[in-house]
DNA sequence: GATTAATTGTGTCCGCTGGACACAGTAAAG
DNA sequence: CTTTACTGTGTCCAGCGGACACAATTAATC
């Protein structure tokens, strides 16, 4: 398996041309999952769009869970480049930077959830959040504790604010909003403080992602000055 | 759906008495799930379980995620009653009683993801985490977006440390470090702050959550008392 | 050049899934 | 007693991931 996520396949000699390769298969996968949602990603539709049939994806790939941790790998891509600037700022760029990318591929919020491999791609993300922590005084813990609350918030965000085709119920914001209100006007004793916030609720683009980045970005900071 | 959620359905006068209920078939999805993961959960794997065929369960409930949904919202079960204490503690306890939640059920972060209808546990949750932030001067939309940062990071703790039957990839936090280790040893050159941070790694049980939520809770206070 | 061994692609088959639909049986209202 | 509403059952379907045997192709070896 790490040797798929890091293209360190042993290219063999004798026997037929491959009549593709892994990152064409991985290739199509993405391009269905952007367009249609992972779930339409099936072994039968990424060979209907190659020169192959099913089966012969088999001989690249040990399974489809192989494989949409390969494409999850390739579709992250490697992070942007940026100027070193102090830590904050720099965590800040690198959490916009992540969030661009969860919107571009909606369903990397399915494919990368839980325990899994890290690919070179999903690594230099990790390289990238923790160098800039790298000279604030914190621990290695800590640093990896620290993009990972970052990262958690991030994805949360994402998954939220993006209405991916065939993943999500189907559902519009405003159907939810209408279902709560419809529920409060019978209920609304039971839930005081939320009927209460639900009041002065004024709901503009990104504020929830940038309001908790700016509370766990002002609870490090907090955190590093205690410690310089 | 609404109906389904909040246990409001018309019964019925005529016809024959249903052989089940919707709570029982819920209940039965739910020891499934908690057994053997929510993928184990098929529409024939609870009517095996119940004195009713597969297209009987059609009756109760129109399809599998509406199904889920309704599994899901009795699973996580109203909130613990606490009593009333400064916020911050207020908050900090009600984070771990969600985690503890949803080590009991893990597949609930998997059947809670995304946009959906809430049920009255899901909305009793988030009225005793508003109500902790009532009197803080935060606005309601701030009270929101609070509870949400703490939810995104206990949910993505609880991803992390548990291994539940079916959902992960079956692999051990062993497995992933030591592919870890593997591929730093020929790639170390680039990932060098990564490989840095590893050095001082001291991982204890639950650290990772407390670590995240304190610094979240101290950026809430700077807030907080910046208002006040 | 002939033979052997390794590798690729194909077709067939299986169990499982969610769900559509027609139909028979049951209970209460008229 | 008839009508009406409702429940449970059996059959059928397309689609899924995948096991497996088999033919075709190519390079290494004799």
Redo the contacts between chains.
């Keep these: 398996m790490?040797e798929l996520l890091?293209g360190k396949q042993p290219l063999p000699s004798r026997g037929p041309k491959p009549a593709v390769t892994l990152a064409a298969i991985a290739e199509v996968g993405i391009r269905i999952a952007d367009a249609e949602g992972l779930d339409a990603v099936s072994m039968q539709r990424i060979a209907a769009e190659l020169p192959v049939t099913k089966m012969a994806l088999y001989r690249y790939v040990p399974g489809k869970?192989e494989l949409v941790a390969v494409m999850s790998d390739l579709a992250m891509g490697a992070p942007p480049q940026r100027p070193a600037v102090p830590w904050r700022t720099s965590l800040y760029t690198w959490a916009m930077d992540l969030y661009d990318g969860f919107l571009l591929h909606p369903w990397l919020?399915q494919s990368t959830?839980?325990?899994?491999?890290?690919g070179?791609n999903e690594?230099?993300w990790?390289?990238s959040g923790?160098?800039a922590l790298?000279g604030s005084g914190l621990?290695?813990?800590?640093?990896?504790?620290?993009i990972?609350?970052i990262?958690?918030?991030v994805?949360?965000?994402a998954?939220?604010s993006t209405?991916f085709p065939g993943?999500?119920?189907g559902?519009t914001?405003d159907?939810?909003n209408q279902?709560?209100a419809?529920?409060l006007r019978t209920?609304a004793a039971?839930?005081?403080?939320?009927t209460?916030?639900?009041?002065?609720?004024?709901?503009s683009e990104n504020?929830?992602l940038v309001?908790?980045l700016?509370?766990?970005?002002?609870?490090?900071e907090?955190?590093i000055q205690d410690r310089g």
């Design positions: 790490t890091w869970a919020l959830i839980g325990r899994r491999l890290l070179p690594l230099a990790m390289e923790i160098s790298a621990t290695g813990g800590e640093q990896f504790d620290s990972l609350v990262t958690s918030h994805r949360n965000i998954q939220q209405t993943a999500t119920t559902l914001e159907d939810v279902s709560l419809e529920i209920e039971r839930f005081p403080h939320l209460a916030a639900l009041q002065t609720l004024a709901g504020q929830g309001f908790g700016h509370r766990i970005l002002d609870g490090l907090r955190l």
